[in-house]
């Protein structure tokens, strides 16, 4: 059975506590889109983890973790990252590499930060991670896929020579920078074999043989719907597609594989990087939300910077969950709620006089103003409670509105940072 774990929103949703909490019934774990510009936070009995590029079930030892093709393939990262869980006691995890996956260069890190200098006010709130230069080369087909690092030394400096032909002409001439020289990219690349050797695989021919033996795949994507490059707030989206009808296309197994669409929304809205958030909040309110937030607050498990803050939107994740085409909800840190005595929930937008709940394109998302329903809080600490029929009884009503308002069914609610901080919820 394969299941995927995706984000209904702007990402920071949680979903790398699902995943790992869903990753004891999984075989096989898999990374299928993004890179290392954004993290997931994970806290379980090794310690908490900001996870960049890892798939988040290198915590258990049955799992077998795949970098599939279409992540966008940070080498050093990935390597320094495996080795620093490893350093903190964790059993080096059983991971493999899709062979078609593509590579983050050195120039395309540098192209994006020099990008974004250029824009300055003007800029995309990049990470600085090289995501768009690298997606734009992917596409543009002068990238790098893992392969090409064992082709024969000679057509691989003819390529090499090829692309810095063009992306010197950018370095040296818009942005004023020294070139890159054919030699320096070579070693990288040979270096990058190095590195990455062990882990290689033709991973859809491995998961092809999974599926025939009845394994448990997970799908794990990165952000979500609202940072999706043609269901997003485009352009202040990522670069790759954050939907689970992409988890096929960048695992490299049939669509009809996928089972169940687990989409993963936090009970407050929070978002890292530019563009319109419509219920987001500011001042002191935001302040204290975002400091409550999460475990040790909402600040971004990649950059650091604080999260924006804002109340649930309906609009926003009732989108979401339908272009994800959720099976289930999984509502994350609601425990965070409990210090309010009325809790306002975004239930519609008000745009040129006239109220919707459906989720408009960008130009008109600019102008949108949010309409609030205000709900009772519950104003007590729901940690450690394991059954719904336990929890407060305004905060089940929160849940079941939420629910209601959504149209998909929220059958996992969150209440702590831990992976056993969770309540099943029966329907």
């Known amino acids: 059975m394969v299941r995927a774990i995706v984000g209904a929103n702007w990402g920071d949703e949680g979903k790398g506590k699902i995943t790992d909490m869903l990753g004891q019934d999984s075989d096989i774990i898999i990374r299928f889109q993004g890179g290392a510009n954004a993290g997931h936070t994970i806290v379980n009995n090794y310690g908490k983890f900001a996870l960049h590029t890892l798939p988040s079930g290198v915590f258990y030892g049955h799992t077998v973790n795949i970098i599939g093709n279409g992540v966008a393939l940070n080498i050093p990262v990935l390597i320094n990252e495996l080795q620093g869980i490893v350093d903190r006691g964790v059993p080096a995890p059983k991971l493999l590499v899709s062979d078609r996956a593509q590579i983050v260069m050195s120039y395309h890190i540098l192209l994006d930060k020099l990008e974004e200098e250029r824009l300055a006010g003007k800029s995309f709130g990049s990470t600085k991670s090289g995501i768009a230069p690298f997606y734009s080369d992917k596409y543009a087909k002068i990238g790098f896929q893992v392969s090409e690092l064992f082709m024969d030394e000679q057509e691989l400096k003819d390529k090499i020579q090829r692309v810095l032909t063009q992306k010197n002409v950018l370095i040296q001439h818009l942005y004023h920078a020294p070139e890159v020289k054919v030699d320096d990219i070579y070693e990288e690349l040979m270096e990058y074999r190095r590195m990455i050797e062990p882990y290689v695989c033709d991973v859809s021919s491995y998961l092809n043989k999974a ?130 005595d009325e809790i306002p929930v975004c239930v519609g937008y008000e745009i040129d006089g006239k109220v919707t709940d459906e989720f408009p394109t960008t130009a008109l998302l600019e102008k949108a103003k949010p309409v609030y329903k205000t709900l009772p809080g519950w104003k007590c600490d729901i940690r450690g409670i394991r059954t719904y029929e336990e929890l407060p009884e305004n905060c089940r009503k929160y849940v079941e509105f939420i629910e209601e308002q959504l149209g998909y069914p929220i059958t996992m609610v969150s209440n702590g940072p831990g992976r056993d901080d969770i309540i099943f919820r029966n329907r």
């Open 211 to 340: 599926l025939k033996e009845g394994k448990n795949i997970l799908l794990e994507g990165q952000l979500g719907t609202l940072k999706d490059p043609d269901h997003g707030i485009y352009p202040m989206v990522t670069s790759s597609s954050t939907l689970a009808a992409y988890g096929a296309i960048g695992a490299g197994i049939p669509p009809y594989e996928i089972k169940q669409i687990i989409a993963v929304c936090k009970a407050y809205s929070s978002a890292v990087g530019a563009g319109a958030f419509v219920s987001e909040i500011f001042g002191e309110e935001a302040d204290e939300l975002r400091n409550r937030g999460g475990d040790g607050g909402e600040y971004g498990a990649t950059t650091g910077r604080p999260r924006r803050m804002g109340w649930f939107d309906c609009v926003a994740s009732k989108y979401g969950c339908r272009l994800q085409g959720a099976t289930d909800v999984a509502f994350t840190v609601l425990d965070v709620l409990g210090y309010l």
